[in-house]
């Protein structure tokens, strides 16, 4: 018998070959096929468990953390150590943690079973989502500055559980944009107004002088975002420039979506911080309302890192109200109860407050309009008038020349003349004969873009509308509102 190593070598075998097999120590004969079909058939399964796993891990990736597993993140601190970082007391997870900015070198990981562990301050890798069973959403629960990318592995359902790519940015996963960023939309001034954008703030001045500094104070003037970040923050820092100390209102409002979030005041002029953390991911709007009576400047925005942000875009129309201190909405608690913003948003308006407080009938003050793109024009005066007894035959003639200054500078705009409200005060010469002398002055002048409302028709005229005897409460103002809204549409 010859050696086997002496043999020919088969070419190119099929399987259907006899080979032979050495069986208790007697040569004898058998099939190739079925000699290698327990390894070819084990090998096959095994392939298709792992091309099956595969598969199964990528239909089943989701934004979501779904399952039984604990999930936990690591970080490299300065001595290039593994610190375990976040952890969810649940057991079968594991998660790695990716650094973009090393060449994709895995930072961390971790098998399953429960650790009890802290959020570390080195954190600087990645945002890690949590899932909100109750809800059926997502959470961003912590955000990372450097970049980097998570994947969180469910050993229990065998499947990813979550995946996240994070952006570089600042200030504990925030991205911090000054106040001349293009993401920052500035609403509510007019073309003529100072607004100093720059890196450093944003400070914006009405244009009209006065001895009480009126032209800082900037009412209903607004910044806002449109985004879908968790978390968004403003820095902001009242200034002196306002000086009117006795009626000084500074509450600011914080809106979200066009609804109030929340107000802050002022606390000295030191800069701080409006945060809001929403707790989930969605596209929203929001913005920050200035007070009425207060000076107030932007010094940052910042919004979780990785996300989208672009600015709140004017509205199609254009309300200006102008006149004294119940224009510019004097004794209210915040700006988002005075009737010029409750108009507004009835009617879906841009608002450039032109409402000066203490001011007396100015003709020339209808300059100060140029330029302003305005469909709708409220004037309001008349009590400041009243207060100081000044003569009828001049307060008339200084209507007629504010009414022809407004339609030189807003040709377009239609006009809605107001005479004063409806006030508990009495003097030698009465409210009703400013009224009648306003009412004069618009009759001399007016044209077919232009409608005379009789200040009295506008809320009930009782003492329990206003807040001191002349400007109106919340309730009033929002019976001024509903009631222009007939002439504003």
Same mark, same amino acid.
């Given at each position: 018998?010859?050696?086997?190593?002496?043999?020919?070598?088969?070419?190119?075998?099929?399987?259907?070959?006899?080979?032979?097999?050495? +069986?208790?120590?007697?040569?004898?004969?058998?099939?190739?096929?079925?000699?290698?079909?327990?390894?070819?058939?084990?090998?096959?399964?095994?392939?298709?468990?792992?091309?099956?796993?595969?598969?199964?891990?990528?239909? $089943?990736?989701?934004?979501?953390?779904?399952?039984?597993?604990?999930?936990?993140?690591?970080?490299?601190?300065?001595?290039?150590?593994?610190?375990?970082?976040?952890?969810?007391?649940? /057991?079968?997870?594991?998660?790695?943690?990716?650094?973009?900015?090393?060449?994709?070198?895995?930072?961390?990981?971790?098998?399953?079973?429960?650790?009890?562990?802290?959020?570390?301050?080195?954190?600087?890798?990645?945002?890690?989502?949590?899932?909100?069973?109750?809800?059926?959403?997502?959470?961003?629960?912590?955000?990372?500055?450097?970049?980097?990318?998570?994947?969180?592995?469910?050993?229990?359902?065998?499947?990813?559980?979550?995946?996240?790519?994070?952006?570089?940015?600042?200030?504990?996963?925030?991205?911090?944009?000054?106040?001349?960023?293009?993401?920052?939309?500035?609403?509510?001034?007019?073309?003529?107004? /100072?607004?100093? %954008?720059?890196?450093?703030?944003?400070?914006?001045? %009405?244009?009209?002088?006065?001895? +009480?500094?009126?032209?800082?104070?900037?009412?209903?003037? +607004?910044?806002?975002?449109?985004?879908?970040?968790?978390?968004?923050?403003?820095?902001?820092?009242?200034?002196?420039?306002?000086?009117?100390?006795?009626?000084?209102?500074?509450?600011?409002?914080?809106?979200?979506?066009?609804?109030?979030?929340?107000?802050?005041?002022?606390?000295?002029?030191?800069?701080?911080?409006?945060?809001?953390?929403?707790?989930?991911?969605?596209?929203?709007?929001?913005?920050?309302?200035?007070?009425?009576?207060?000076?107030?400047?932007?010094?940052?925005?910042?919004?979780?890192?990785?996300?989208?942000?672009?600015?709140?875009?004017?509205?199609?129309?254009?309300?200006?109200?102008?006149?004294?201190?119940?224009?510019?909405?004097?004794?209210?608690?915040?700006?988002? $109860?005075?009737?010029?913003?409750?108009?507004?948003?009835?009617?879906?308006?841009?608002?450039?407050?032109?409402?000066?407080?203490?001011?007396?009938?100015?003709?020339?003050?209808?300059?100060?309009?140029?330029?302003?793109?305005?469909?709708?024009?409220?004037?309001?005066?008349?009590?400041?008038?009243?207060?100081?007894?000044?003569?009828?035959?001049?307060?008339?003639?200084?209507?007629?020349?504010?009414?022809?200054?407004?339609?030189?500078?807003?040709?377009?705009?239609?006009?809605?003349?107001?005479?004063?409200?409806?006030? /508990?005060?009495?003097?030698?010469?009465?409210?009703?004969?400013?009224?009648?002398?306003?009412?004069?002055?618009?009759?001399?002048?007016?044209?077919?873009?232009?409608?005379?409302?009789?200040?009295?028709?506008?809320?009930?005229?009782?003492?329990?509308?206003?807040?001191?005897?002349?400007?109106?409460?919340?309730?009033?103002?929002?019976?001024?509102?509903?009631?222009?809204?007939?002439?504003?549409?």
């Amino acid at each position: 018998m010859s050696k086997i190593s002496a043999l020919p070598i088969v070419a190119a075998p099929t399987g259907d070959e006899t080979v032979v097999v050495l +069986k208790d120590g007697i040569a004898q004969r058998a099939d190739l096929a079925e000699l290698t079909a327990p390894l070819v058939a084990e090998a096959s399964a095994e392939a298709d468990r792992a091309v099956a796993a595969s598969k199964k891990a990528e239909t $089943e990736v989701a934004t979501s953390l779904r399952g039984g597993g604990s999930l936990v993140n690591y970080a490299l601190d300065a001595n290039a150590q593994i610190l375990p970082l976040v952890v969810n007391q649940e /057991t079968g997870a594991v998660l790695l943690g990716f650094d973009l900015g090393n060449n994709g070198a895995i930072v961390g990981q971790y098998a399953e079973g429960p650790i009890n562990a802290v959020i570390s301050p080195s954190f600087k890798q990645s945002l890690l989502y949590r899932y909100e069973a109750a809800t059926d959403t997502i959470i961003p629960f912590f955000v990372g500055t450097d970049g980097g990318l998570i994947l969180g592995f469910d050993t229990v359902a065998q499947k990813l559980v979550g995946a996240f790519a994070a952006g570089n940015g600042g200030g504990g996963g925030l991205t911090s944009h000054t106040p001349a960023s293009p993401k920052l939309g500035v609403l509510n001034t007019g073309p003529n107004w /100072t607004v100093e %954008r720059s890196a450093a703030r944003l400070r914006m001045q %009405r244009p009209i002088a006065d001895d +009480k500094d009126m032209r800082f104070a900037t009412p209903a003037a +607004k910044v806002g975002i449109l985004t879908d970040a968790p978390i968004v923050e403003f820095d902001l820092a009242y200034t002196n420039l306002f000086t009117d100390n006795t009626n000084r209102k500074s509450v600011g409002v914080v809106l979200v979506d066009g609804v109030e979030h929340s107000t802050f005041t002022r606390a000295g002029t030191a800069t701080f911080t409006v945060s809001l953390n929403f707790g989930s991911v969605a596209f929203r709007r929001v913005e920050i309302l200035w007070p009425y009576a207060d000076s107030l400047d932007l010094i940052a925005l910042r919004y979780t890192a990785g996300y989208s942000a672009e600015p709140i875009r004017p509205r199609r129309r254009t309300f200006v109200p102008a006149g004294d201190s119940i224009s510019q909405i004097y004794t209210a608690n915040k700006t988002s $109860e005075g009737w010029p913003y409750l108009l507004a948003e009835q009617r879906g308006l841009n608002l450039v407050n032109m409402g000066f407080g203490f001011r007396q009938s100015i003709a020339a003050d209808a300059t100060a309009l140029a330029g302003i793109d305005a469909d709708f024009v409220t004037r309001l005066i008349g009590y400041n008038d009243f207060a100081a007894q000044r003569p009828l035959a001049e307060f008339q003639a200084s209507e007629q020349a504010w009414i022809t200054n407004m339609r030189a500078a807003l040709p377009y705009a239609r006009l809605v003349y107001i005479s004063p409200i409806y006030s /508990t005060s009495n003097n030698a010469i009465s409210l009703s004969s400013y009224r009648a002398a306003g009412r004069a002055a618009f009759d001399a002048v007016a044209d077919p873009n232009s409608v005379f409302v009789d200040g009295l028709t506008l809320m009930t005229n009782s003492a329990n509308r206003l807040v001191d005897g002349i400007h109106p409460n919340a309730l009033g103002a929002a019976e001024m509102a509903a009631a222009l809204a007939a002439y504003i549409k």
